[in-house]
């Protein structure tokens, strides 16, 4: 483990993630933009865009999904957002002086689960929170260790 110098940076991961998820220009896909109506009165059936529309014209409405434009552009989505999620998590690491070494990645990886499984119901700014305490934690039980065990 490397000397963790930049601990309580004061970066807000919770707004980086939403940047970058801007940046990518890639919004969550929703049902209804997938979705066309047909309506129908007296025999005759018309074609609407949204069911407010369809509804002016008749309360008699079927809705058809475009299922697999739908999925295939939630799993654009969700591609480009665990890729913003790395970087969220790469940020956090990279703030607490972990590198790229086995060591550290296996104790920044243990840590990080905890604390997402503690935090991440209130978002990153919360699972960083509980990293800094993780993190404290981890090289306090480390030096202590070290300082008995290892002569």
Known sequence: MNNRSTKGNEMN???MYHNLMAESGVEYPRDEDYTTYFAYKGGESKKFNTR???QKFSSNIEAVKDKKAL???RKKYYEVENEVVGKVIQAMKDD???DNSEEDKKVFDLIYSRAYEDGHSS???EVYNY???YD???KETFDIFKKYHVK
Do not use: I, K, P, R
Request: proline fraction near 0%.
């Open 71 to 73: 999925g295939a552009q």
């Open 123 to 125: 978002g990153f700014n």
């Open 13 to 15: 991961f919770d707004e």
């Open 96 to 98: 607490l002086g972990y």
């Open 131 to 133: 990293l800094l305490d």
């Open 52 to 54: 407010t529309e369809a």
């Open 136 to 138: 404290s934690f981890v």
